[in-house]
Structures are given as structure tokens and as C-alpha cells.
């Protein structure tokens, strides 16, 4: 965390209205201080407690692309930013049949206290700040689960809720540079959509929330690859909204 807080924001200081701005709820793993989650340290690096590989894209988009990022810097498994504060999931006692047992009885009030809500706070801040034409929410999907043979064979997917006007947009681009691409999959932005409830849909503010495959951007040179299409894949679906 920097300066204590459970975010930071990156290419903000030259705000230009009616760009794109990056969104990354799962950018971190880091644990603070106090909190124990009691899990084997090897769980940190895997699916569980972050989006693999997001992070660096999101540095890369702020830096190279000029669009500012709004980053998590704490673990989704000390308090899950992408999640409602009434939903048992903001605080997880299990995730992909592994039990967290440090947040069994968690004070959850005092984690939505010290990081949902001033992580959420700031994003609608910079959200009225920037007048963005599009929000960019990313994200990242392991290949497998350890609880489900399901197949994952989607390189990047588009989830949505209510307004699928720009998912729409980027499914079709993204099909036109050859990848798989997944329509809600592997999971439903009906379901799960809560960042861009708030934030997007609930303003009338156009949205992608894109889900890479881990692999794909596991290192510096996926994720520049991806980086690099991805602002020029939301920057024409933004000229389409």
C-alpha cells in the first residue's frame, strides 16, 4: 500500500476528459499488516488472491497509452473491491474449494471501513474528475479451476450486465485480430459486475470489462503485447459508443 491507502492511481496528472480510463480491482496481493489469513504462502501468487498479470498492463496503458489507471493495492482475499459490501463474498472465506480460514469471523465492517470504501470513493472521484467516454475494467481467468473440469478455451471475454453496447464493439475486434472470444464467459457480468454497476452502468458511462486468460499475460511480454491491443481495441470501441 502507498501512502496507506488501498489504491493507487497512475498517469492521473494530466487529466483530459473524454478519454478511457483503466480499472483494476484485483491488481494486488499484497496482505496488511494485522491480518492473517492463514493459508499457505504459495496461495499468493495464484488466482485466489490476484488478476495475474493486470497490473503490469495497467502500468503500461497509464505510461505508454495515456490512460490512467486506478489500481488495487490490497489481496481480493483480505476485501474483494469487485464485490457489493452486503455480498458474503466481499470478505471470502473460501475461494476454488481452498479455505481462508483467518476471515472465518472477520470484523468485515472494519475491511469495507479501511479499503472497500475509500477504494470505491476514490474511483467515483476520479470518474468526476476525468469525465471519461469509456471506463475500462480488466481483469484475468485462470486456464483451470481445481474445482471444475470446465474447459476455458477463450484468450480474452467481454462481460457485461444491463449494457452491452461496447462489449459488443470489442467482441467483434477482438475476433478480427484471430483470438477465441468469450461472450459473458467464463463468468456472467450478470452475476458479477459490481464495480461497473456502480460506476458505469448506474451513470449512463459506456464500459468494457475485459477478462484475459492468465496465460496469455503471465509475462512482461504478454502483457505489452496485450497492452498495446488493448488501447488500440478500446480506443476505436470508444469511437463507437
Known amino acids: 500500500m502507498i501512502d496507506n ?13 473524454g478519454g478511457l480510463l483503466c480499472i ?31 497490473e503490469g ?38 475461494s476454488d474449494g481452498k479455505l ?28 468526476a474528475e476525468a469525465k471519461p467516454k469509456m471506463l475500462v475494467a480488466l481483469h484475468s481467468f485462470t486456464p483451470s479451476l481445481d474445482t471444475s473440469d470446465e474447459e476455458r478455451p477463450w484468450e480474452v471475454a467481454l462481460l457485461y450486465n444491463r449494457d452491452d453496447t461496447a462489449a459488443r464493439h470489442a467482441i467483434r475486434l477482438f475476433g478480427e ?23 458505469a452502468e448506474a451513470h449512463g458511462i459506456p464500459y468494457c470489462t475485459v477478462e484475459i486468460r492468465q496465460d496469455q499475460i503471465e509475462t512482461e511480454a504478454g502483457q505489452s503485447r496485450w497492452a498495446v491491443m488493448l488501447a488500440d481495441v478500446m480506443g476505436r470501441v470508444a469511437l463507437e459508443v
Do not use: W
Open 5 to 17: 491507502l488501498p489504491y493507487r492511481q497512475v498517469g492521473t496528472e494530466d487529466l483530459r476528459p
Open 24 to 54: 483494476v480491482d484485483h491488481a494486488s496481493n499484497f496482505v496488511p499488516e494485522g491480518i492473517e489469513l492463514g493459508i499457505d504462502s504459495r496461495l499468493m501468487d495464484q488466482h485466489i488472491a490476484l488478476d495475474i498479470g493486470v
Open 57 to 94: 498492463i495497467a502500468e503500461r496503458l497509464a505510461r505508454r497509452h495515456n490512460i490512467p489507471a486506478h489500481i488495487a493495492c490490497v489481496s481480493r482475499l483480505v476485501c474483494d473491491f469487485h464485490r457489493r459490501e452486503d455480498e458474503p463474498a466481499v470478505v471470502p472465506t473460501e
Open 100 to 127: 481462508i480460514p483467518g476471515n472465518i469471523g472477520a470484523d468485515v465492517e472494519a475491511r469495507l471501513e479501511r479499503y472497500h470504501r475509500p477504494y470505491h470513493d476514490a474511483l467515483a472521484k476520479l470518474i
Open 177 to 199: 485480430q484471430g483470438l477465441t472470444v468469450g461472450d459473458n464467459q467464463p463468468y456472467s457480468g450478470k452475476q458479477l459486475n459490481a464495480t461497473m454497476d456502480r460506476h
